[in-house]
């Protein structure tokens, strides 16, 4: 069975969604954003190899979503000198994803890609890990 947008199975899919998103620890919605960064970017370079114009604009638009979320949940206080880089690496992310838009060429977004799948990999490492040694609490 196929979970379109539509129907039933959409519906189903959509309360699957939340409820993994409502129950997700900070890390697993990251590990969530940068999984979901990698799907658009790949879902836009093969649009453009598709000349699928409508495709490309709405799979790099929930990139940019993406991305701005990211940005956005970077805390640089805490984060000090990691966050202000991952800033700087979104910001760069940002910018050629644009040029690949604009020109019509998906290597563009295939650099980012590899980013991501890097950042996925270190982000997903770190959430398992989490998983496996829960903070303690002093008097717990």
Same mark, same amino acid.
């Given at each position: *069975?196929?979970?379109?947008?539509?129907?039933?199975?959409?519906?189903?899919?959509?309360?699957?969604?939340?409820?993994?998103?409502? &129950? =997700? $620890?900070?890390? #697993?919605?990251?590990? *969530?954003?940068?999984?979901? /960064?990698?799907?658009? /970017?790949?879902?836009?370079?093969?649009?453009?190899?598709?000349?699928?114009?409508?495709?490309? @604009? @709405?799979?790099?638009? =929930?990139?940019? #979503?993406?991305?701005?979320? /990211?940005?956005? &949940?970077? #805390?640089?206080?805490?984060?000090?000198?990691?966050?202000?880089?991952?800033?700087?690496?979104?910001?760069?992310?940002?910018?050629?994803?644009?040029?690949?838009?604009? $020109?019509? #060429?998906?290597?563009?977004?295939?650099?980012?890609?590899?980013?991501?799948?890097?950042?996925?990999?270190?982000? =997903? $490492?770190?959430?398992?890990? &989490?998983?496996?040694?829960?903070? &303690?609490?002093?008097?717990?």
């Amino acid at each position: *069975m196929t979970y379109g947008s539509g129907g039933a199975g959409g519906a189903a899919a959509s309360a699957y969604k939340a409820s993994r998103v409502m &129950s =997700s $620890t900070p890390v #697993d919605l990251i590990v *969530m954003l940068h999984e979901r /960064l990698l799907a658009d /970017l790949r879902g836009g370079a093969l649009a453009i190899e598709a000349e699928n114009i409508e495709a490309k @604009a @709405a799979r790099l638009q =929930s990139a940019y #979503d993406v991305i701005y979320e /990211l940005m956005a &949940s970077l #805390d640089r206080e805490a984060g000090g000198e990691i966050s202000h880089r991952l800033s700087a690496l979104y910001s760069y992310m940002i910018s050629r994803i644009g040029e690949g838009s604009r $020109t019509l #060429d998906p290597e563009p977004l295939n650099e980012v890609a590899k980013h991501v799948e890097s950042l996925l990999s270190a982000w =997903s $490492t770190l959430a398992a890990e &989490s998983r496996e040694s829960p903070p &303690s609490f002093p008097g717990a």
